[in-house]
């Protein structure tokens, strides 16, 4: 049974970090690309960053890029997501995605993704 689960959520102040983890069982992570995203109430899913399975490819979202980072450990089967210089705007549930593809790319669109973990919350708030 194919399984992802985050975690490491939780408040923060702004101007704070967080790591994020995605880890996987019933599967390998080696062939697979690895998408996060997030979900704010009454807001639509977004993506934040994706790496591909060879982590060769990574994309960030704009409101992302410089303070997010994305990596990824194949030998633990988990991938992270370091969240720095946290804003209230970064308040919301956010989830992995795998989608197995070898060719070493990863998408952007939460469309792509077959298989999703449960979420983690995320609050920046003094």
């Known amino acids: 049974q194919l399984q992802l689960v985050e975690s490491g959520g939780g408040l923060v102040q702004p101007g704070g970090s967080l790591r994020l983890s995605c880890a996987a069982s019933?599967?390998?992570?080696?062939?697979?690309?690895i998408g996060w995203f997030r979900q704010a109430p009454g807001k639509e899913r977004e993506g934040v960053s994706c790496?591909?399975?060879?982590?060769?490819?990574?994309y960030y979202a704009d409101f992302v890029k410089g303070r997010f980072t994305i990596s990824r450990d194949n030998a633990k089967n988990t991938v992270y997501l370091q969240m720095n210089s946290l804003k209230p705007e970064d308040t919301a549930v956010y989830y992995c995605?795998?989608?197995?593809?070898?060719?070493?790319?990863?998408?952007?669109?939460?469309?792509?993704?077959?298989?999703w973990g449960q979420g983690t919350q995320v609050t920046v708030s003094s």
């Open positions: 019933g599967f390998t992570l080696d062939y697979y690309a």
């Open positions: 995605a795998a989608e197995q593809d070898p060719s070493g790319v990863c998408y952007a669109s939460h469309s792509s993704y077959g298989s």
């Open positions: 790496i591909s399975n060879n982590g060769g490819s990574i």
